[in-house]
C-alpha cells in the first residue's frame, strides 16, 4: 500500500485529494504529524476529506486511514469521526450506558460523614435534621422551595437541594442533593412560600437524585444517580449505577438552573420571593453554570464509551448556511401559523396558558426571531450541550416561554415572540428532519477544533511503514 504525508502530496501537485480523500484504493494520504510544517489547519482539511468518505459510507476506508495515519492516540478533533465511523461501520445504534468504573461518587463515604447513615451493618445517605446548621457551619448552600418545573423523579412541586461544593481535599468535587418532601396541605402554587408536612424537609418522599461534578477534569464532567427510599426507613439504599439516557431528554448537561416559583421572571398571579431568597437562588445557578460541563464517558472493562446524546444527534436549532428556515418568507410562516394559546403544564402541578396580544403580527420583530433560532451558536455539545432530537419539547417551552431564561441575550423578547420563536423551532426541525440536512452535512464531526492540534507524545517519532 502506498502512503503520503500531506507534504509530500502537495510537492506532487496533490493538493486536490482534500475535496476527494480517496485518491486511489491502495493509496492513503497523511497529514505531515512528524513534521515541522504540521499545523492545526492542515489536519482539519484533512480530516474535511475523511469527513466526506463517511458521509459516502467509505467506512472501511477512512479505518484503514485513521490507523495508518495515526498509530498512536488520534488527536481529540478526529473522535468524534471516529466513533461515528466505527459505529456505523459495525452497523450498532448509540452505545447503551453501562456499568462505569469511573465513578465520581464511588460510595456512600464520598459524601460527607453527616450523611451516612449506617444499618444492619450497611451504609446509606439519609439526610441529618440540623442539615442547615451544617450548611451555615460549613459554607454549603439549601434551598427548600416550590419548583415551576417538572419536580424531579417524584414529580413533587416542594424540593429541597443541599449544594456541597467541592474542596481541594475532595478533589474538587461538587455534589447536588435532592429530594421531595411531601408538601402540606392546602398548598398555594403561586407563593413560594413551601413548607414541608409535619414541618419536616429532611424526609423525601421516593428518590433521592445526587449530581455529582468532577471540577479538576478538562472538561469538568457531571454524574447523575438516582437512590430509592429504604422501605425500612427514611433513608435512600445506594446504588453504581449512573443515570444517562432518560435524563438527557430534559437535561442537555447533568446540572440545570433550578426556577423555583417567585423567582426572576413571574407568570401572573405568582407572588415575589424575598430579595434573600432571589440571592441565594442566584448564588445556587451560577455554582450550576459550569462551562463546559459535559456527560463525559464511561470507562468498562472493555471499552470507553462517550455519554450523553449520540455524537451524530440532529440538534434543535441547527439549521445550513444560507438555510431558508432564517430567512423572512419563512419567518413570515411562523407567525401565520403560531397558535394563539399556548399551554403548560408540568407534573409537578404548575400550569400557565400564554395568549397571543391584539395585531401581534406588527410587533413582532423577524430579525430577532431570526437570531434567537441559533440555540446551537451556544448549545453546541462544546460551551453547552446540544437540545437533540428527541429533546423535551415541554422543557424547550419552559426555558423559552415560562421562566423565560433563554434565548441568552435576549430579555427584551415579548410573550408574542417567544411563541412565535418556539412554533419556528418547531417547524424548522420538521423540515430539516424532512430534508436529511444534518445527515448531509457531517457537521457533528466538525465540532472539535483542530487548530491548536499538537504532536501527541504517543505518535511522535514514529514511522508509517517507514514514511516520515
Not at 263 to 275: D, F, H, R, T, V
Not at 293 to 312: A, F, I, Y
Not at 358 to 368: G, M
Request: net charge neutral; with cysteine; hydrophobic share 30%.
Amino acid at each position: 500500500m502506498r502512503i503520503r504525508t500531506l507534504a509530500r502530496a502537495q510537492s506532487l501537485g496533490l493538493f486536490f485529494f482534500l475535496s476527494n480523500f480517496c485518491l486511489a484504493a491502495n493509496e492513503i494520504v497523511c497529514p505531515p504529524i512528524d513534521q515541522s510544517e504540521v499545523s492545526g489547519e492542515a489536519l482539519k482539511a484533512w480530516r474535511e476529506s475523511l469527513i466526506q468518505d463517511v458521509i459516502k459510507r467509505r467506512f472501511n476506508q477512512v479505518t484503514q486511514a485513521l490507523k495508518i495515519c495515526f498509530p498512536g492516540k488520534l488527536p481529540s478533533c478526529l473522535t468524534d469521526l471516529a466513533e461515528y465511523n466505527q459505529r456505523e461501520k459495525d452497523g450498532r445504534g448509540p452505545p447503551e450506558t453501562p456499568t462505569c468504573n469511573n465513578r465520581i461518587l464511588s460510595s456512600v463515604t464520598d459524601l460527607p460523614p453527616e450523611f451516612v447513615h449506617q444499618q444492619d451493618g450497611s451504609k446509606f445517605i439519609k439526610f441529618p435534621q440540623n442539615h442547615e446548621q451544617l450548611a451555615k457551619a460549613k459554607g454549603w448552600k439549601t434551598a427548600l422551595y416550590k419548583t415551576r418545573g417538572s419536580g424531579g423523579f417524584d414529580n413533587s412541586q416542594l424540593l429541597y437541594l443541599a449544594v456541597i461544593p467541592g474542596t481541594k481535599e475532595n478533589g474538587m468535587k461538587d455534589h447536588y442533593l435532592q429530594i421531595s418532601p411531601r408538601v402540606e396541605e392546602n398548598n398555594n402554587v403561586d407563593d413560594p412560600k413551601g413548607k414541608a408536612a409535619n414541618d419536616n424537609p429532611h424526609i423525601g418522599l421516593n428518590v433521592l437524585t445526587v449530581i455529582s461534578v468532577d471540577r479538576s477534569q478538562h472538561p469538568p464532567v457531571g454524574q447523575l444517580k438516582r437512590l430509592h427510599k429504604n422501605p425500612g426507613g427514611n433513608y435512600y439504599t445506594w446504588s453504581q449505577h449512573i443515570e444517562v439516557q432518560e435524563c438527557q431528554q430534559c437535561h442537555t448537561v447533568p446540572l440545570r438552573a433550578i426556577s423555583p416559583v417567585g423567582y426572576g421572571q413571574l407568570n401572573a398571579p405568582e407572588i415575589a420571593m424575598s430579595k434573600e431568597e432571589q440571592e441565594n437562588i442566584r448564588a445556587i445557578n451560577e455554582m450550576m453554570n459550569i462551562p463546559e460541563l459535559s456527560w463525559g464517558q464511561c470507562e468498562t472493562s472493555d471499552n470507553t464509551l462517550p455519554l450523553g446524546p449520540s455524537v451524530d444527534s440532529h440538534p434543535l436549532g441547527w439549521a445550513p448556511k444560507g438555510s431558508h428556515t432564517r430567512k423572512k418568507e419563512f419567518i413570515e410562516t411562523c407567525i401565520r401559523t403560531t397558535p394563539k394559546t399556548k399551554n403548560f403544564f408540568s407534573a409537578a402541578g404548575y400550569k400557565k396558558q400564554f395568549t397571543l396580544s391584539e395585531n401581534f403580527e406588527t410587533k413582532v420583530d423577524r430579525d430577532k426571531i431570526a437570531k434567537a433560532m441559533n440555540c446551537v451558536e451556544c448549545h453546541d455539545n462544546g460551551k453547552r450541550g446540544y437540545m437533540h432530537v428527541p429533546f423535551s419539547a415541554s422543557e424547550i417551552t419552559f426555558k423559552v416561554l415560562v421562566d423565560r431564561s433563554m434565548p441568552l441575550g435576549f430579555d427584551s423578547m415579548s410573550v408574542d415572540e417567544r411563541m412565535v420563536l418556539l412554533n419556528c423551532l418547531n417547524r424548522e426541525k420538521d423540515t430539516l428532519i424532512r430534508s436529511e440536512a444534518w445527515e448531509k452535512s457531517g457537521e457533528w464531526m466538525r465540532r472539535r477544533f483542530c487548530e491548536d492540534f499538537q504532536v501527541p507524545e504517543a505518535n511522535a517519532g514514529k514511522t508509517r511503514d517507514g514514511v516520515k
